[in-house]
Nanobody
């Protein structure tokens, strides 16, 4: 099994910054992509940023958020700058790849709350 553990969420004022981290552990042969999604109350989960063969961002975070990976540590980061109240949501990490038994996996983290408020 592959597990993801997120950290770095919290309360921040508008215009502030946060850095989320997500570490993958378990029987991992390779990770083909890692990404961040978010879900606000009453809304569907949406893609924020994804790093695979290419890097993709949701339009509203372009220029403010940056996704990066440390492949040696099986870790993905999300640097969030110029945060807005509408960025408030639970942020989930996602990873896909191959296990040590060469089976495909798609795994989610437990989520970390980000609240942007004055």
């Amino acid at each position: 099994q592959v597990q993801l553990v997120e950290s770095g969420g919290g309360l921040v004022q508008p215009g502030g910054s946060l850095r989320l981290s997500c570490v993958a552990s378990g029987s991992i042969f390779s990770i083909s992509a890692m990404g961040w999604y978010r879900q606000a109350p009453g809304k569907e989960r949406e893609l924020v940023a994804r790093s695979g063969g290419t890097i993709n961002y949701e339009d509203s975070v372009k220029g403010r958020f940056t996704i990066s990976r440390d492949n040696a540590k099986n870790t993905v980061y999300l640097q969030m700058n110029s945060l807005k109240p509408e960025d408030t949501a639970v942020y989930y990490c996602n990873a896909e790849g191959l296990t040590g038994l060469q089976r495909r996996f798609l795994t989610w983290g437990q989520g970390t709350q980000v609240t942007v408020s004055s």
